[in-house]
């Protein structure tokens, strides 16, 4: 895929995406009660007016369970036509109702859904057009669906500015002072998830387990998605030999996120402690996949579950692999010293079968915390929270369309096909932040900005992005020149989404809006071809992962997230969050309307350095593919 720019400065760093922009469907002269957006078979279906020509009219009106209150809430309705299996997807208005026309006579079944309620079905009789159908159709609530209710990450000015030095106390291992500072900061927001975690962490440093898990807990119950919170609370209850609450911890911290390889890690150690070998063998090899040379002792738990499992030979390999991925490691001696010991031992004696069991006591001697890394921490108020430990609530029992990423790249495939250049007018926020979020530096630019796309030979998408001024590094803020952030979603475009692993995890909601949301992954078996970088004149290709909020009825892409899968140590790229915005943009004289990029913000750790920036774009102009039009002005 061909998407380099021409960079001048070996100072830059410079970061190309593709633009995503997603056309709508041409309608079908011959089928003209077909809904372009929902592919063939589908009944135009938009509410109060729908259309209809010679076949059965459907009226939904959604309440709630009393049905005396309509819903308050957009719901999805799907209509399956039980003859031909054709489905037809719709969204209620603000009045709680919907519409179909054209259904021909049949036997049909209504599917209603919305997040917090449970799925109710309605099937009805198609008869004739002379017979309209009404259908009044109640959601009962949800009784498992859990509604997050965060504490507010917001504090007081003078709260935040004694956090921000009680932070840098606590990473110059000056206790007493960050005691200080974070005290003052909890008297002014107790409440505060992050502040709770501070203190935890600072406790643990001070060796106050007590207290140290006092304030863990209240902040994994003020944010139980806090991984970091959670490990550590899992820490401090296997020092204190509580093996029981570190594994539910633990467990709990694994689920909120699975590639979080300390949890791994601690978990093993966890079960090791209760005698559950087996279960301690599988969170040992996910810790050292996940972990590579890092989670070295993870080996030395493996190697006891192994030895304890009757694996005798395989448990000692693994000791000695501990041994020699960390030979510096304090617990490396004692852990010399234990394989041999093994290895004078007859097999019977510790291969676990003949009815006996094997010596435990004997070969879990050695405290897998000895060899384990410190904690660390990281407070990150300054940007989102990772797309892993953010999973949005979906609807209960709701089915994602088998086609949903594949209709949505379609829509992709589609607009690059029928659009070659897309212009606007793009405004620039770049701010420099502090640890606590608060901008040190701001600035502010405008520019013409300009985005063509063609497909070349052999498959590949050329995109090409730049600013009408021509400007050089020097004209951005701290010399860094960021395209193509707007052009995220372009992951669905059948060219490019084999790369990516995705998975469709419900029916979700966007500021009211029914969607789909679609995680997507990297795949490690294939070239990361949609993000580089360009640091000294050097090209680094960037694995991404990341959320896509797509519309329930017409499958637009709304909302894009993503995120680096895994830091760049070699340029010092620690993290990279990217929330786009779309929304749909009308181009009167040509009678388009166009989902486009509304704004995208980035929040960049980079060289230690923080920075937040953001791009929006309004007075869009079209420059279609058709020959006629490449040598016209843009139509607005």
């Not at 692993?501 to 979700?508: D, I, R």
Request: charged share 25%.
């Amino acid at each position: 895929m061909t998407r380099r720019l021409p960079l001048q400065s070996s100072s830059c760093l410079w970061s190309q995406l593709v633009l995503l922009l997603v056309w709508p469907l041409p309608a079908h002269a011959q089928q003209p009660q077909y809904d372009p957006f929902n592919g063939l078979g589908s009944t135009t279906s938009t509410v109060r007016n729908y259309e209809n020509h010679n076949g059965t009219t459907l009226h939904i009106t959604v309440f709630t369970e009393n049905k005396r209150t309509r819903l308050d809430r957009q719901c999805l309705i799907k209509l399956t036509d039980n003859t031909s299996k054709n489905i037809s997807w719709q969204t209620t208005d603000e009045r709680s109702e919907a519409g179909f026309g054209d259904l021909s006579s049949g036997h049909y079944d209504v599917e209603v859904s919305a997040v917090g309620y449970l799925t109710a079905h309605k099937e009805f009789q198609a008869i004739s057009s002379f017979v309209p159908v009404n259908l009044e159709i109640a959601l009962e609530k949800d009784p498992a669906a859990v509604t997050l209710t965060f504490a507010d990450a917001a504090m007081p000015t003078r709260a935040r500015k004694e956090t921000k030095h009680g932070v840098s106390a606590l990473k110059s291992g000056r206790w007493n002072e960050a005691n200080k500072r974070l005290d003052a900061a909890y008297k002014m927001a107790p409440e505060n998830p992050d502040l709770n975690f501070l203190l935890g962490y600072l406790y643990y440093q001070k060796r106050e387990l007590g207290r140290a898990s006092q304030f863990l807990g209240t902040a994994t119950n003020l944010n139980p998605r806090n991984v970091q919170a959670l490990t550590l609370l899992g820490r401090v209850s296997l020092e204190r030999e509580d093996y029981g609450g570190a594994v539910s911890n633990l467990e709990k911290a694994v689920l909120a996120d699975s590639e979080y390889w300390v949890a791994h890690d601690l978990l093993a150690a966890s079960y090791l402690r209760q005698q559950r070998f087996d279960q301690a063998r599988h969170q040992a090899e996910l810790a050292i996949n996940q972990g590579k040379e890092a989670a070295s002792a993870s080996r030395l738990v493996l190697g006891q579950a192994l030895i304890n499992m009757g694996q005798r030979e395989e448990g000692i390999q693994a000791l000695k692999d501990f041994v020699t991925s960390a030979p510096k490691n304090p617990a490396a001696s004692q852990v010399k010293t234990f394989i041999a010991q093994l290895e004078t031992l007859p097999v019977a004696a510790n291969s676990g079968t003949g009815g006996s069991s094997p010596p435990v006591a004997q070969f879990t001697v050695i405290d897998p915390l000895v060899a384990a890394a410190e904690p660390t921490f990281s407070v990150r108020p300054w940007q989102p929270a990772p797309i892993d430990l953010n999973k949005p609530t979906v609807a209960a029992n709701v089915n994602c369309p088998a086609d949903i990423i594949q209709t949505t790249g379609q829509r992709v495939e589609e607009f690059v096909a029928d659009v070659s250049r897309i212009a606007a007018i793009e405004h620039l926020l770049h701010e420099q932040l502090d640890e606590m979020g608060d901008a040190v530096t701001k600035e502010t630019r405008t520019f013409n900005y300009v985005a063509s796309f063609v497909e070349p030979k052999q498959g590949s998408i050329a995109v090409e992005e730049y600013r009408q001024e021509h400007l050089g590094l020097s004209d951005f803020p701290d010399q860094i020149s960021s395209s193509g952030f707007a052009t995220l979603a372009l992951v669905f475009h059948p060219k490019m989404r084999d790369s990516f692993e995705m998975t469709c995890e419900g029916l979700g909601e966007l500021r009211g809006q029914p969607t789909w949301l679609v995680y997507f992954k990297q795949r490690e078996d294939r070239p990361a071809q949609m993000h580089d970088y360009r640091v000294g004149g050097v090209l680094y290709s960037l694995k991404l992962k990341g959320r896509a909020w797509i519309t329930a009825d017409k499958f637009q892409i709304v909302r894009v997230e993503s995120e680096l899968v895994s830091p760049i140590p070699e340029i010092r790229l620690a993290g990279e969050h990217q929330v786009v915005e779309y929304g749909p943009v009308p181009f009167e004289k040509r009678k388009l309307q166009l989902w486009l990029p509304q704004s995208a913000e980035i929040y960049l750790d980079f060289r230690r350095h923080r920075y937040y920036r953001k791009h929006s774009f309004d007075h869009y102009m079209l420059f279609a593919v058709d020959s006629e039009e490449k040598d016209k002005a843009p139509t607005k």
